[in-house]
């Protein structure tokens, strides 16, 4: 099994910079797509952020694009979202999500991702 722990979120003012966070354990190597999601009371889950390892694949929302990076160390198995010019509509749940299998390209839909993080909050204000 795999398990997801997201960490680093906090408040922030807007125009400041966040690095969030997210640790995997277990046994990852059953799939090469992982992906931060955001979600906001009375918003849709949003995917913010893709990552194939393997194959220098990153995707973005058109709403964080040009402002988020995503990357992953795999000498520490961390997933990372690098936060610059935050902005108020930014504030919400982040969420650390895999897809098993292999893809190309990633999956849009939430639903098909298959393992989740529990979220960490991320504040701009």
């Known amino acids: 099994d795999v398990q997801l722990v997201e960490s680093g979120g906090g408040a922030v003012p807007p125009g400041g910079s966040l690095r969030i966070s997210c640790a995997v354990s277990?046994?990852?190597?059953?799939?090469?797509?992982m992906a931060w999601f955001r979600q906001t009371p009375g918003k849709a889950r949003e995917r913010v952020a893709v990552f194939l390892t393997g194959y220098g694949f990153s995707e973005y929302a058109d709403s964080v694009k040009g402002r988020f990076t995503i990357s992953k160390d795999d000498m520490k198995n961390t997933l990372y979202l690098e936060m610059n010019d935050l902005k108020p509509e930014d504030t919400a749940m982040y969420f650390c999500?895999?897809?098993?299998?292999?893809?190309?390209?990633?999956?849009?839909?939430?639903?098909?991702?298959?393992?989740w993080g529990r979220g960490t909050q991320v504040t701009v204000s």
């Open positions: 277990g046994d990852s190597l059953s799939s090469n797509c």
């Open positions: 999500a895999a897809a098993s299998g292999r893809w190309l390209p990633p999956p849009l839909d939430h639903s098909l991702y298959n393992v």
